[in-house]
């Protein structure tokens, strides 16, 4: 099984930009689909993107489309998301996630392992 940590969340200014790592161990992350996930106060966890660790293109949810960027370090074993123009919609603690390779997970039930989060908060 993998493990995952994530880390790089903080406060952030509205329009501002922010890198959050996620940090694999145990097994490397091209075995496996790496997703981003959210969630607000409140609020249920959403999607927000993922890729294939075995690299191709990434899917992202509407909301994130061309803002949001999730890439692949294989050498690292690390998996980043590249946020830009950030809103104070995309509050929330973020999660890091890795479900089966090469499968169209975009729920939270089809994730097998998951990170412990870490919180972005976007303010003026």
């Known amino acids: 099984q993998v493990q995952l940590v994530e880390s790089g969340g903080r406060l952030v200014q509205i329009g501002g930009s922010l890198r959050l790592s996620c940090a694999a161990s145990g097994r490397k992350v091209g075995n496996y689909a790496m997703g981003w996930f959210r969630q607000a106060p409140g609020k249920e966890r959403d999607f927000v993107g993922r890729v294939f660790g075995s690299g191709g293109a990434g899917y992202y949810a509407d909301s994130v489309k061309g803002r949001f960027t999730i890439s692949i370090d294989s050498a690292q074993n690390t998996v980043a998301l590249q946020m830009n123009d950030l809103k104070p919609e995309d509050t929330g603690v973020y999660y890091c996630?890795?479900?089966?390779?090469?499968?169209?997970?975009?729920?939270?039930?089809?994730?097998?392992?998951w990170g412990q989060g870490t919180q972005v908060t976007v303010s003026s």
């Open positions: 996630a890795a479900g089966p390779l090469y499968s169209a997970v975009d729920q939270v039930y089809q994730y097998d392992y």
